[in-house]
């Protein structure tokens, strides 16, 4: 696929790009040692599947990065989706998430789209509208952990279809802080389809701050959160 190891002041534009039968992730952006510091990444239109890694993976979003993800077919149907996740965002501090504006995010591998695994994530804004997230291995939408340092973090998970994944809907496992941060931490789950999902429509663990409104919710597995 793209394989680009670290970014400094830049931009990054990927446009009608496809990226298909890679033998990794079809876009890896940045590393473990180099970050994408202050850098605008945006990523429309085009397909990217049937790779063996994750559709698009991003490491190390740092200090006022914009990460932003439109259009684009990520997966397609049950023999051309992506090995593992379909968007893989670890390690973002201090930016701004967009994934947004009609993207279709199927039958990948793992989760269709997969935040903080490993990393820290804190002081970051993210915007998850108007996609179709569906038939994914795994959840439709994953974070694993959502914090906060100096600044406030806001996740805004709105206008999805969210349908018929493995794991489940969406899944917020916990939210956190640095010591004495001083900002506030919002999550609102608002206008959602969340059907069909073999797990819970909406799993939250150790969750604070989270406004779960006019969703509709049906069909799915046990554990179901309304």
């Avoid at 009609?102 to 108007?130: F, P, R």
């Amino acid at each position: 696929g793209i394989y680009f190891n670290g970014a400094l002041d830049s931009t990054l534009t990927f446009t009608n790009v496809t990226l298909t039968d890679n033998g990794s992730d079809g876009i890896y952006l940045s590393g473990n040692e180099e970050s994408l510091s202050n850098t605008t990444v945006t990523i429309t239109d085009g397909e990217i599947s049937d790779n063996d890694g994750n559709g698009i993976y991003v490491n190390n979003l740092i200090s006022g990065s914009t990460l932003t993800i439109e259009g684009v077919l990520i997966g397609g149907d049950d023999e051309n989706g992506n090995g593992d996740n379909g968007i893989y965002v670890n390690n973002a501090s201090n930016s701004t998430i967009n994934i947004q504006n009609e993207n279709t995010i199927s039958w990948n591998g793992g989760n269709g789209v997969y935040h903080c695994a490993e990393g820290q994530c804190y002081d970051t804004n993210i915007t998850i509208d108007d996609n179709d997230i569906k038939n994914n291995g795994e959840w439709g939408v994953n974070f694993y952990y959502i914090g906060l340092d100096n600044d406030s973090s806001t996740v805004d998970i709105s206008n999805n279809t969210i349908d018929e994944n493995d794991a489940g809907g969406i899944y917020i496992a916990e939210t956190g802080s640095m010591e004495d941060p001083e900002g506030t931490l919002e999550i609102t789950i608002d206008d959602n389809d969340i059907t069909n999902n073999a797990g819970p429509g909406i799993w939250l663990g150790d969750v604070t701050g989270v406004a779960i409104t006019n969703n509709f919710i049906s069909g799915n597995g046990s554990g179901e959160t309304t």
